[in-house]
């Protein structure tokens, strides 16, 4: 069945959106006094915005595939790690057209310490990325490996619409800096995200999200 569409809004895309970010805020108030989230979570369906000071990661592969969104497939590249630390992390999603609200941006912020335990960790870290800015500097890199032949990094993640035979890229490990990226999707099998600050913004663009 379609979802109900009133004033321009699909009232199942904006469930879907934001719903799940008020049950996820309680499950992360609990999961910060344990210090980490234990299971995989995602965010997909719609693009969204992620920014980072710096990411430092052991054990990173890359490789094409593509995700499912509200309006049709989008092809991207699945960047993995094994293990991630990530200092000032941002994630901004942007619904449109609220009935007496208008656009509202969801954004989440986490890791702003120079102190490396009070930033963002996570484990077995899959971003399906449309687009990435950032200065790299990648150790003992395999470029044009197959997907399939992936030993350095993350394999391909189940579920991911990849083919084996793709060409991808893995690497020892990887420094990213000034981070400025679009993704489809992020999933974590362990997410700890110290100092984290939840905020609801009308509008969208610049100074509302994160880039």
């Known amino acids: 069945m379609e979802s109900q569409v009133r004033g321009g809004t699909r ?18 108030g609990v999961a910060l006094a344990q210090g980490a989230l234990a299971a995989s979570f995602s965010v997909s369906g719609q693009s969204f915005k992620v920014t980072a000071d710096r990411l430092e990661g ?35 999603v942007v619904t449109p057209n609220i009935p007496l609200i208008g656009t509202v941006t969801l954004r989440l912020e986490a890791g702003d310490s120079e102190k490396e335990k009070e930033q963002v960790h996570a484990k077995q870290l899959y971003i399906d990325v449309q687009d990435l800015q950032a200065d790299a500097t990648f150790k003992d890199i395999d470029i044009g490996v197959a997907a399939g032949a992936i030993d350095k990094g993350p394999r391909i993640k189940s579920g991911d619409h990849a083919s084996p035979g793709g060409f991808s890229q893995q690497a020892k490990s990887a420094v990213l800096t000034d981070v400025k990226q679009t993704a489809w999707a992020t999933t974590a099998g362990t997410f700890q995200l110290s100092g984290l600050h939840m905020s609801l913004k009308k509008g969208s663009g610049e100074g509302v999200e994160c880039y």
């Open 11 to 28: 009232w199942k895309r904006f469930a879907v959106v934001m719903v799940p970010s008020v049950a996820a805020t309680a499950a992360i």
């Open 58 to 92: 052991t054990g990173f592969s890359q490789y094409g595939a593509y995700d499912e969104g509200v309006d049709g497939n989008h092809a991207v590249a699945v960047s993995a790690f094994e293990s991630a630390t990530i200092k000032k992390m941002c994630q901004s």
